[in-house]
């Protein structure tokens, strides 16, 4: 396992400890999610379900034995437990790179704690170095990399990639993400767009960050 996967798994293994068992629990999408589930496998707590981000968490969590169950009829989630590409010290994240962020956005947005599990090469101070996926409606797909130049981004299709939803990804560079907030909203009015990776309206809860030093597990100040 690279000193990187070490890390994410260490991460993991912190963030076991914030499941609620004897409910449905929230589960993202990644290679940190990845770990996140083998945990899970190999200690078998007893849960009602998992709500699954993405087919590939979904497959994953069946392989391992766990049931999936449709956010449609579970209400809203005690925990969910995800990853980021980049978060800031507020907690606001850029989510998406592995394509997921819609269902992510929406399972995160009916979770009461949003867990998130790094390596420390994922923590910055600004966002914006790791390119914003928006995913959007194909026939809207060049009307909204248009707005998003004039935001000052320079946004470039994700090759041969659909989202789970059967929708195009634009990968955003250069944009300043240094008002987080405002630029979610901005790129959230944009007609056609799907949905923003950008998590600043709904920030993580819980920080847990792995690296080759140990676990540091933080939590949001209100
Ligand atoms: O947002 C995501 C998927 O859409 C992931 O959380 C993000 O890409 C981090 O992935 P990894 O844990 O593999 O580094």
Redesign the pocket.
Known sequence: MSSNDQA?RAAAEAAYEFLIEDDYIGI???????HFIDVMAERKPSIRACVS??EATSAKLKKAGFEIEELNYTGNLPVYF????EINTHFEMI???????TR?KIIASVSRRFVC???ES?RVDILGNFPL?VEVIEMGRSAVARQLVKLGGSPELRPNVRSDNGNPILDVYNLDLSNAIAMEDKINAIPGVVTV?LFARRPADVLIVGSDHGVQTLTRKP
């Open positions: 994410k993202g999408t990644g290679s940190t999610v990845n981000s993405s995800d990853g980021a590409d989510k998406g790179g592995g394509g997921a962020l992510e599990m790094v390596d994922k996926p990776g």
